[in-house]
């Protein structure tokens, strides 16, 4: 018979948390259960070799299989480091989490550009006096209201949400009569005693597949008044949507993340001192993926050829469906998805580059493992998803890390000894490198002429940098051990460039079956904006040598930042910016770029650097020309 | 120390339930506790003498008091007979309790006229054969099941429940994409496999004071296929509607009442073996108290003056916000009320009689404990609400009772010797009188001069069937002990004929009133419109004899029903009429007559059979003269 009774006790350090399990549970799902921020990109697949964990009572666990051998360094294996994913309990034991194997505590984006908008949110307060009901007028309580209202304020057609009647005659006596009204579009969902127009809040939501960014704005200024973030607590069950999209238990992730939102709100409300009751709406932008969950829809088919939502609508739901902690009469708008992988924060990008109102041909790039890409202008825009992977959040890359303290995110090489110059996050001694840092490097490498544009190594440069590693393949030391936070070289292998080429082609392809489907040609390109987290911190120059960005000039690129969160707090301050973002999602044409037939042979190209048909990038090659890094002959094309 | 151990066992008779309560506790409790259908008018006041239940083991009880013996007869006290609200149980004891103290088993009127209607019903099925989607149309599911039925069926403007969502994308790809959508209004409440337009089922509900009614119709012909009806099992913790409203626990009295509809919807889907997922929609009418019970709304300010409701608009919602066991998305839709005491049973009564079409002035009638009076036409309508009492309910008459078997509903007196000519229901041996047989009565007690116009026994008639009672006031004898059910003559006495007299007025002065306001003479009334359950037995000539109908034409005079039930009907049917009952419930005009000057006057000179102004009764003052009992001198006027 098989002991089903947790009989394993680990704790989990520094936290000191505690959990009891089956015999021959895994560390990993310990960790989950436990709520522990440990990474795991794979969701314990064993494949990404990022869940290490540090174990000294060895003899606890079960033996170091080779596959788990493979994916360690001897370093790791020195120091007592297993994969959570791979080691099985079978005595007690303590399990120290090192800071590199967190979710948590990275740099998190949460600004993004203000769009001027025009503040006419949803909501709206009156202030009423109401005469009391008399033997000759013994109109319902309510009907005095409305007709109030009516006379007062010109208001016609309202209705009431049903969850105040129960308690509204005694409220409104209690109130003496004197009352604020709480609309919501035409539907009363609160009254309050005395005046209290000057109090309405709302809560605006970015839920991104990492990270969670909430905005509490006031919605008689529309303006934010706090701002908070954390890491999605989805990301123990998963760090990309594949994997989300494919947990078996679909009401733990809508859970997790609900008690995400709530737990930012939480801090908002203590920030602010506003409390829950006057907060009335809030507004949640996400991937495809996120919109889903978040309510509960089963995404499965998301991941499923041809890969349909469920829903692309916009969606207002009652506060007390989902049990987000503002009035438990508010109202929840999510905004509406364009197609399954491409999501109510690619609206948002259409709203804060206001793209959709644009004479010229614009584009956006928002970038994350998927990267949507928009075109187009006032009259007609396509959309389309690129998988571009992990990479650029370091997954996959030996040193690859997140923008946390101590990845180097700004890389500068020195032309004659191939010297690296660098800036770490927070100027913290350099532990990996982030995704800007990376695509510096590829571009720095080529331009120095490390690396050809086929993105390869040379052999023959006889500089110490450049050497063999363990694997006999190429690779370059950035920054050597003496000056590493952990004493370790920190290398970039012919691999890892790969894997950043890879990520700029699957884009780069997406960009082109754009223009191709458009039909446009890439000079009619007159803006750029980059969204999301990592672009904000991209060197656009850097990106532009590469092919990740189109070549225009520099300051047609712009910046955006979160843009998902701006078109989340567009969408809480204004009705018209909610209408808007419905017509959007019907217009925009989606472009399923994998099944376009010049794809295979796009991507191909896009992985010469920039790209293979030069004269889409005269400037960068002069550039490279100038370094005497052009290629002798035409690189082939596909 | 006080024991709070429920400590008492109690055991009921016939039906053997046995319930533990605390010593010291009433029958009357613990018979609510354990379901038992004991009746109490007064809602455990000790005041009507109704809750009797007979006790063998006296004994086990506390001693009887004064108050208690005054409300008992001899017999009952030679027959172990105690008022169950008075007995505090001592010590383990058996309670039977007698027919005649049940609420349940009467005669329940569920029909009412067919008002001929246009089938038009908010749910409505559509049969679609979608296209699945593919990489170059992935588009929603839900944008396929609307585009569709836009293109298609002509359908815009349609929304989705977000119940259905959840499992959406398995159920249509389960069913293959061959579904059929079912709509309520603009909104898509289900889906089902394959075509299954032909099985579209509605429930309309009468929640009555006393009665719930229940009618299973098919909505693809508006036909009605079952017909239930149940006590409403909310009688035990009050008769009337004002003990309801003041009932402390109003969770329990919404709990109890909920489950009386879906116990009557059960019954429906096992007669017609139709299922709860294909019953999309239920409307419901009742009582602005019954209303505001149904839906959880505090009912307290409806008993107190000047008794406003909270919310008189017409309601939707989803059938799992009340707990109703239709189609868990299906809708309840509540008929709009009038005001406190005139509810959207009045709206029914509207409904079902069309008086709101009419060019002609009409009257309609529903009487009940509270009497509800409309007068008017198309273009003009007034309501009012008239405290009838419970006396044709058989309360405050010593052998009144409702119409249950037994019960004599018809009754001719031979005008020499006062002989008694009785028909009872089902024809059993008569135990007590009820509305009608009352009605009948004292029209007949009048009319061969057993009592006067103003409802005096005249004591000079020297016939051995009238005589003095025990407290020396007089009573005739209906019918002898040798011919009742008990050996108990059945006697009418003063004080019950003052009863009827004093019910009679109370609606008499509500029709003069509403003329009087509107203002219209009684002569203008063309048609008069008799609802409710008990005016369907109502012996048309004698309701116009005493003055409770007003005298008109008897073909003139149409007895509709249970009208609040046909209301509920027409309603599910047809979409207009939901909009038309917001209208009339808009438009009809409230009159508080208590707060009419001339209300006391005229309520004074209604206590005169047929009114004190004969010349409103020209037919009725000839049939009394016909019959020499025509006042020699015209009665006082107040």
Redesign the interface.
Known sequence: MVDKDPKISITFQPEGKRIKVPKNSTILNAALLAGIDLISICNGKGTCGKCKVIIHEQSCLNKISEKEQELLTPNDRENNVRLACFSKVEDNLIVRIPEYSRTGKQRLQVEGIETPIANNPSIKKYYLEIEE???????????RVISLLQSKYNLVGL??N?NI??????KI?EFEWKITVVLSNNEIISIESEDTTMEIYGYAVDIGTTKLAGYLLDLNTGKVIAVDSLMNPQIPFGEDVISRLNFPDQYKLQKVVLEGINQILDSLKEKSGIKAENIYEMTAVGNTVMHHIF????P??LGR?????????I?C?NAN?LGININSNGKIIILP?I??FVGADTIGVILSSEMHKRDEICLAIDIGTNTEVVLGNKDKLIAASCASGPAFEGAHIKFGMRASSGSIEKIKIEPHSFEVLYETIDNAPPIGICGSGMIDLVAEMLRVGIIDVGGIIKKDLNNPQIRKNENSSMEYVVVPATNTANNKDITFSQQDINQIILAKAAIHTGIKLLLKNYPLSMESIREVFIAGAFGSHINKESARVIGLFPEIDLDKITVIGNAAGTGSRMALVSNATKEISEEISKKVQ?L?I??DKDFQSIFLNSHIIPYADLSEFPEVSNLLKKFHNYPTTQPPKF
């Open positions: 009901p008399t033997l000759e007028d013994p109109r319902s309580d309510i009907d209705s009431v049903f009647l129960r308690n509204f005659a005694e006596r309510l509960g829809i089963n499965l088919f050829s041809p890969y349909p939502p469920v829903i692309r609508n969606l739901l469906q998805v197609a399954g989606y399923e994998g099944n």
